[in-house]
């Protein structure tokens, strides 16, 4: 049980266009995602915190301009990277908060945007 | 092929009795390891992490970890716990080659009894 879909887990775009990543609960309802970025070699860093229903959190420093966080959904959150430049070019991962049994959290396997 | 085991759902010591919290890894490359911290309601906190530097990592909050690559190990230490340390934590591989991507363990829930 618990486990989280996420699409696509590679895409490759232009700069100047617009990606959505989509974060799947397929077995619960996930009230609350998480959204991850990663760097060659470092470690993730959280980028927001999506609840169902309301506006996402973002951590400083990121752009929620740039970085749209949609939860519309106890089953579905989006990450939409608008206007993507190569600096973009990361490692997202979402994770989502089961609130039950042993294991609180689960994550998505991971998406591999490179904006060219 | 890169996986990560996490070896033990939940772990339950008293405070102030040591923490070990097991990870073993397999990786075709040189992995980077990480270990997370989750408290209820909060993102992902680091711990520490290894990138081929010393193989004994001290981290935050008293934590530590030892990378032995005959073992396939990485496991999560402290001395001492503490209440606040309860927590899920999480061992993260990640291997830097083409189709480079980090792999999550299960996690392990560390409950701590006063």
């Known amino acids: 049980g618990a486990v989280v879909s996420q699409h696509p887990s590679r895409v490759i775009c232009k700069s100047g266009t617009s990606v959505k990543i989509e974060c799947r609960s397929l077995d619960f309802q996930a009230t609350t995602m998480f959204w991850y970025r990663q760097f060659p070699k470092q470690s993730l860093m959280l980028m927001a915190t999506?609840?169902?229903?309301?506006?996402?959190?973002?951590e400083q420093g990121v752009e929620k301009d740039k970085f749209l966080i949609n939860h519309a959904s106890l089953t579905l959150s989006t990450l939409t990277v608008t206007s993507a430049h190569p600096e973009d070019s990361s490692f997202y991962i979402c994770?989502?908060?089961?609130?039950?049994?042993?294991?609180?959290?689960?994550f998505g396997s991971g998406t591999r945007l490179t904006v060219v | 092929a890169q996986s990560v085991t996490q070896l033990d759902s939940h772990v339950s010591v008293s405070e102030g009795t040591p923490v070990l919290l097991r990870c073993n890894y397999s990786s075709s490359y040189s992995p980077s390891l990480f270990w997370y911290v989750q408290h209820p309601n909060k993102g992902l906190q680091l711990l520490l992490k290894?990138?081929?530097?010393?193989?004994l990592v001290k981290g935050i909050n008293g934590f530590e970890a030892e990378f032995k690559k005959s073992e396939t190990s990485f496991h999560l230490t402290k001395p001492s716990a503490h209440m606040s340390d309860a927590a899920e934590y999480f061992c993260?591989?990640?291997?830097?080659?083409?189709?480079?991507?980090?792999?999550f363990g299960k996690g392990t829930r560390l409950h701590i009894l006063p």
């Open positions: 994770s989502a908060a089961t609130g039950q049994g042993l294991r609180g959290y689960t």
């Open positions: 999506s609840n169902e229903g309301s506006k996402a959190t973002y």
């Open positions: 290894y990138t081929s530097a010393a193989t």
């Open positions: 993260v591989v990640s291997a830097m080659n083409r189709d480079d991507k980090i792999i």
